[in-house]
C-alpha cells in the first residue's frame, strides 16, 4: 500500500501463483487465504481512515464478457465473484487491471456496493493505450484514453500505429497458424 497523497491510498495486489508453478508458468492467478485477508483488513483500514481507495493488479477482477470466466480463465482471478464482492463491500470501488491487454471498463454491483474494474491494454500491443487520470477534489475519477503516437524507432516509413497494428496482425496469425497445426494436425 502506498500514499503517494494524502487522502488516497493505493493497494497494489499480486496475484500470481508462484508457489504453484514449480513445473511451468501458471498464467492464471488466485489470492491465498492470508493475502485476501491482508488486503480486506488494508482496504477496511483506509476506508475507516476516510480515505479515497484505488486497487491495482495484473488479472482481471470482474469478466470483461459474458463467459470470460469460462473461456479464458486465467485471465480472471480465481473465484472472482467473491473477491469481488469482498473488496467491494470492504470500501474498494476501483481498481486498475491489464492481463487481457483489452482497453474496456466493467463494473458490477453488490447491493448498494460497487466495483469497477479498469482494464488497459498493453503499450507494447496495438493500439498502443495508456491512461491518464483525473481525481477532482469532489472524489470524481476521469479516465481518459491515449495512444502512443511516436517512438524513437525506424518504422519503415509507416505511422507508428500503422506498424504496431500489422506487427500484432502478422504475429497473431503465426499463433493461430501454429496452434492449428499443433493441435489439429492442419498445415
Request: hydrophobic letters at 35%; charged letters at 20%; a negative charge.
Amino acid at each position: 500500500t502506498a500514499e503517494p497523497v494524502k487522502g488516497l491510498i493505493l493497494i497494489a495486489m499480486d496475484a500470481c501463483r508462484y508457489k504453484e508453478n514449480s513445473t511451468g508458468p501458471i498464467t492464471g492467478g488466485k489470492f491465498s487465504s492470508e493475502t485476501l485477508s491482508w488486503i480486506i483488513k488494508r482496504i477496511k483500514e483506509a476506508k475507516t481512515n476516510n480515505k479515497i481507495i484505488i486497487g491495482m493488479m495484473h488479472h482481471n477482477i470482474l469478466e470483461h464478457y459474458t463467459g470470460q470466466s469460462t473461456i479464458a480463465a486465467e485471465y480472471i482471478v480465481d473465484d472472482f465473484n467473491n473477491v469481488s464482492q469482498q473488496f467491494s463491500e470492504a470500501g474498494m470501488n476501483i481498481i486498475f487491471t491489464g492481463h487481457y491487454h483489452s482497453q474496456d471498463i466493467v463494473s458490477k454491483y453488490f447491493g448498494s456496493n460497487f466495483l469497477y474494474d479498469i482494464e488497459t491494454g498493453s503499450l507494447v500491443t496495438f493500439p498502443n493505450p495508456f491512461r491518464l487520470l483525473n481525481l477532482s477534489a469532489e472524489k470524481v475519477l476521469t479516465v481518459n484514453s491515449r495512444h502512443v503516437e511516436n517512438i524513437n524507432y525506424n518504422t519503415g516509413g509507416k505511422t507508428f500505429q500503422q506498424y504496431s497494428k500489422d506487427f500484432i496482425e502478422t504475429g497473431v496469425t503465426e499463433i493461430v497458424k501454429n496452434y492449428l497445426i499443433s493441435t489439429y494436425g492442419m498445415s
